[in-house]
Antibody, heavy 120, light 110 residues
Framework: EVQLVESGGGLVKPGGSLRLSCAAS????????MNWVRQAPGKGLEWVSS????????YYADSVKGRFTISRDNAKNSLYLQMNSLRAEDTAVYYC?????????????WGQGTMVTVSS | QSALTQPASVSGSPGQSITISCTGT?????????VSWYQQHPGKAPKLMIY???NRPSGVSNRFSGSKSGNTASLTISGLQAEDEADYYC??????????FGGGTKLTVL
């Protein structure tokens, strides 16, 4: 079964750090670009970051640039998001998603999401 | 404020057709044929319904169709069914190689 499973969410104080992980299974992870997308409580979807299959191309939303770092380990079939200098507005469910149709934002597989709460 | 503009809500009766619009600029929707549409039920992860403006992934009903004219993309759902009630989001690739989502549209099946 093709599957993405996120982990690492939790409660963190403003200014703190958190590292999210996304474990992939059921497909050749190293062949696909991967992304992080977040959704604040009761709000819409917000794209966060993308990384190409070989990590050659990495992009970030302006709202997280300089604070978040996306990475991947193809040997471990895993995607990561290192989040530093966290703010209250980073509170959201974080989803990892696979770009299944080219490399232009068609996310065909999503994880179940992991909740990140930034609060003192 | 989202980069792509969608109506906050639309509604229709079972069997009817509805269309949801997604308006951007020449730097996103108008500049590329890389618009996707997602369906999200409460508490669930989004599901890809349309990609590259008008392509349907395997397993998605042919009642869902997509199109684009200029800077506006559209999702049409025909033969509306109760299970279509959900939030719908458009997304577009941009000239900065990033991605933008619309603010979302709540579809109510009357």
């Amino acid at each position: 079964e093709v599957q993405l499973v996120e982990s690492g969410g939790g409660l963190v104080k403003p200014g703190g750090s958190l590292r999210l992980s996304c474990a992939a299974s059921g497909f050749t992870f190293s062949s696909y670009s991967m992304n992080w997308v977040r959704q604040a409580p009761g709000k819409g979807l917000e794209w966060v970051s993308s990384i190409s299959s070989s990590s050659s191309y990495i992009y970030y939303a302006d709202s997280v640039k300089g604070r978040f770092t996306i990475s991947r380990d193809n040997a471990k079939n895993s995607l990561y998001l290192q989040m530093n200098s966290l703010r209250a507005e980073d509170t959201a469910v974080y989803y990892c998603a696979r770009e299944g149709h080219g490399d232009h934002g068609a996310f065909d597989i999503w994880g179940q999401g992991t909740m990140v709460t930034v609060s003192s | 404020q989202s980069a792509l503009t969608q109506p906050a809500s639309v509604s229709g009766s079972p069997g009817q057709s509805i269309t949801i619009s997604c308006t951007g600029t020449s730097s996103d929707v108008g500049g590329y044929n890389y618009v996707s549409w997602y369906q999200q039920h409460p508490g669930k992860a989004p599901k890809l319904m349309i990609y590259d403006v008008s392509n349907r992934p395997s397993g998605v009903s042919n009642r869902f169709s997509g199109s684009k004219s200029g800077n506006t993309a559209s999702l049409t759902i025909s033969g509306l069914q109760a299970e279509d009630e959900a939030d719908y989001y458009c997304s577009s690739y941009t000239s900065s190689s990033t991605l933008e989502f619309g603010g979302g549209t709540k579809l109510t099946v009357l």
